[in-house]
């Protein structure tokens, strides 16, 4: 199994421009999640989807827009990108949503804003 | 406010050497905890996660956590550290309520010397 795949895994983008992350698990896992890394800093959810159609904002959402229109894939939309969202992102999944549920996590997206 | 601490951003130890990562948490009720491994240019990995029973538990990679609630704490050990060790180690928690969504702290970076 590929387990959660992500592309690109390296963007660099100007203020102002768009942009989509995709998101890919075939673990048939119905909770998706996204995260962003900042340097020194522990990784914040910014996203999160329960299944196809269902999705609720984590701690950090200004931004960014999801879709999950299917259960294996969860973009991540940045509309108008802004130096603030310079970071890495993560995306993962598990099974369920019980807490202690294993999250997998994806390679991760290396943003730059400039 | 409910959070997890990393004192240590860096730790350096030798080849063989012991380790011990540390990770308090500030949470009034019982956390769910978890230790999360990120290799150069990879994803998270799940070393190990405690919910309740014993202390002690063991996770991949020969690495063990022992849960203090006196101290608030959940160190992460390894007898004796391999140079594919060499990574950042997260500490994370649940929260009661807030379904399967991980806090992290902010890393503690570990470099092993031959």
């Known amino acids: 199994n590929a387990g959660v795949t992500q592309t690109p895994k390296f963007r660099i983008l100007k203020i102002g421009q768009s942009m989509t992350l995709q998101c890919t698990q075939d673990?048939?896992?119905?909770?998706m999640y996204w995260y962003r890394q900042d340097p020194g800093m522990g990784l914040k959810l910014i996203y999160y989807?329960?299944?196809?159609?269902?999705?609720d904002k984590g701690e950090v959402p200004n931004g960014y827009n999801v879709s999950r229109s299917t259960t294996e894939d969860f973009p991540l939309r940045l509309e108008l990108a802004a130096p603030s969202q310079t970071s890495v992102y993560f995306c993962?999944?598990?099974?369920?949503?019980?807490?202690?549920?294993?999250?997998?996590f994806g390679p991760g997206t290396r943003l730059l804003v400039l | 406010a409910q959070s997890v601490t990393q004192p240590d951003i860096h730790i350096t130890v030798s080849e063989g050497a012991s380790l011990e990562l540390r990770c308090n948490y500030s949470?009034?009720?019982?956390?769910?905890l978890f230790w999360y491994v990120q290799s150069p240019g990879q994803g998270l990995q799940l070393l190990l996660k405690?919910?309740?029973?014993?202390?002690l538990v063991q996770g991949i990679k020969g690495f063990e956590a022992e849960f203090k609630r006196s101290q608030s704490s959940f160190n992460l050990r390894k007898p004796s550290v391999h140079w594919s060790d060499a990574a950042e180690y997260f500490c994370?928690?649940?929260?009661?309520?807030?379904?399967?969504?991980?806090?992290f702290g902010t890393g503690t970076q570990l470099k092993v010397e031959l």
């Open positions: 993962a999944s598990s099974y369920l949503q019980n807490r202690g549920e294993t999250q997998y």
């Open positions: 673990m048939n896992h119905n909770y």
């Open positions: 989807s329960v299944g196809a159609g269902i999705t």
């Open positions: 949470y009034g009720a019982t956390p769910y």
């Open positions: 405690y919910f309740s029973g014993d202390t």
């Open positions: 994370a928690v649940t929260l009661t309520g807030g379904g399967n969504k991980l806090t």
